[in-house]
């Protein structure tokens, strides 16, 4: 290539940048691009665990026991010989599922509280409000493990615990998004024109509040996904021999320095995931934010 043809080349390359520009296109980021390739696999994974992973997640191979990541095993084998690929592969739906789940449950009743508070009277906003700052001051993780201690372990319990610890926020942001819509003057003619309440939240002030709802549910399904991990790792979520990302974690934390990959790739697999999903959630909520302010 000549000197010509590079400046050629420089200069094609700097015009279709203007171009783009011009027409309020950016090309697409490098981190956006892996981290919803990432998210894509990883739910891929969740959904048909069997189609990368085809054996047991469960079966004990103890003539393999403690085998370092190869050919047979891409993610080596924990202390009962069993893949740690495959009960990693057959993890990701349990914890994906912990994190919806919980994520759902926090959405509606962060709602029901944000209504409430917004729509429910001046001592009523007083008292949901006092107790959603003494409940953000405890940090997620903290607070669903005060909520363990009542209810116990086990999955549902650990999937209501987690919702709990997430309610607060949500239900913050839903008041405050609902004392907006209720002073906007569609509302205000709608109630003028004798609009029954009930209709009234469902036609208007619900709908309007759903989207910066589920734009922080986006981000704050990270947080949700660690705090799940976390009290799994803890003890409170599935028992074992069950596959499930922060028990995995919790089961390899006695082998660091014997067997590094039991503990190593199932952390992997909650960092890469917890990281995706923030940076597909920050573009989404800044996208959001871009739509709403024009």
Request: charged share 10%; hydrophobic share 50%.
């Amino acid at each position: 290539m000549t000197a010509v043809d590079a400046a050629v080349g420089v200069g094609a390359g700097v015009a279709a940048g203007r171009r783009s520009v011009i027409r309020g296109r950016r090309p697409p980021r490098v981190g956006l691009v892996l981290a919803v390739v990432t998210l894509v696999l990883i739910v891929a994974i969740a959904v048909v665990p069997g189609l990368f992973a085809g054996g047991s997640p469960t079966e004990i191979a103890s003539a393999d026991a403690l085998s370092g990541p190869g050919g047979a095993h891409w993610f080596g084998t924990d202390q009962l010989g069993r893949d740690v690929f495959t009960r990693v592969a057959h993890g990701a739906g349990r914890s994906l599922w912990l994190g919806v789940s919980a994520t759902t449950l926090g959405i509606l009743g962060g709602a029901v509280l944000g209504l409430a508070a917004a729509l429910g009277g001046r001592a009523a906003d007083s008292t949901l409000m006092r107790l959603a700052d003494i409940l953000l001051a405890l940090p997620p993780l903290l607070l669903a493990l005060l909520v363990m201690t009542v209810l116990g372990s086990g999955t549902l319990n650990l999937t209501l615990a987690v919702a709990i610890s997430t309610v607060p926020g949500y239900a913050r942001m839903v008041r405050a998004e609902a004392l907006v819509v209720r002073r906007s003057g569609y509302v205000e003619a709608a109630v003028g024109l004798g609009l029954r309440r009930w209709l009234l939240i469902g036609r208007h002030i619900l709908p309007n509040t759903l989207g910066p709802l589920l734009v922080l549910a986006t981000v704050g399904f990270g947080t949700t996904l660690i705090t799940a991990s976390g009290l799994s790792f803890l003890g409170f979520g599935a028992e074992p021999p069950t596959p499930e990302w922060g028990l995995l974690l919790s089961e390899g934390r006695n082998y660091l320095s014997t067997a590094w990959w039991i503990a190593v790739f199932p952390g992997a697999a909650i960092t890469a995931t917890v990281i995706a999903v923030n940076v597909v959630g920050r573009h989404v909520q800044a996208r959001y934010t871009r739509r709403t302010s024009r």
